[in-house]
């Protein structure tokens, strides 16, 4: 059977979605984020037991991941291996719009 939501069912504030799979119907070992970041924001240095995906649709983002620091743009797509401390920050003029995926029904983060 399939299930269907509306995006504003996952909201978690004015510019972000979180969908975790292990509480959907039927259950999905899978959860996401998409996030609208303003310039100058994003979150603060963190790690997951697990790599995270990042699809950068639109905008420009600086991504620290352990002690590697890159620019990307939208279109790009960055991968965080397991337990690596990464943060990103929207670093453009314009809104940063991303996707990221965990390989997990439920998100699992620890801030540093």
Same mark, same amino acid.
């Given at each position: 059977?399939?299930?269907?939501?509306? #995006?504003?069912?996952?909201?978690?504030?004015?510019?972000?979605?979180?969908?975790?799979?292990?509480?959907?119907?039927?259950?999905?070992?899978?959860?996401?984020? #998409?996030?609208?970041?303003?310039?100058?924001?994003?979150?603060?240095?963190?790690?997951?037991?697990?790599?995270?995906?990042?699809?950068? #649709?639109?905008?420009?983002?600086?991504?620290t991941?352990?002690?590697?620091?890159?620019?990307?743009?939208?279109?790009?797509?960055?991968?965080?291996?397991?337990?690596?401390?990464?943060?990103?920050?929207?670093?453009?003029d314009?809104?940063?719009?991303?996707?990221?995926?965990?390989?997990?029904?439920?998100?699992?983060?620890?801030? #540093?």
């Amino acid at each position: 059977m399939v299930t269907t939501y509306k #995006l504003d069912e996952f909201a978690t504030g004015p510019t972000a979605f979180r969908f975790e799979g292990a509480d959907a119907a039927g259950g999905a070992d899978i959860a996401w984020f #998409l996030v609208k970041t303003l310039p100058g924001k994003g979150p603060e240095l963190h790690v997951h037991p697990y790599a995270e995906v990042f699809c950068l #649709l639109e905008g420009t983002a600086e991504f620290t991941a352990g002690e590697e620091r890159t620019v990307v743009e939208g279109g790009t797509v960055v991968v965080v291996p397991a337990n690596t401390p990464h943060r990103f920050e929207n670093v453009g003029d314009t809104p940063l719009l991303q996707f990221s995926v965990h390989e997990r029904g439920a998100m699992v983060q620890h801030d #540093l």
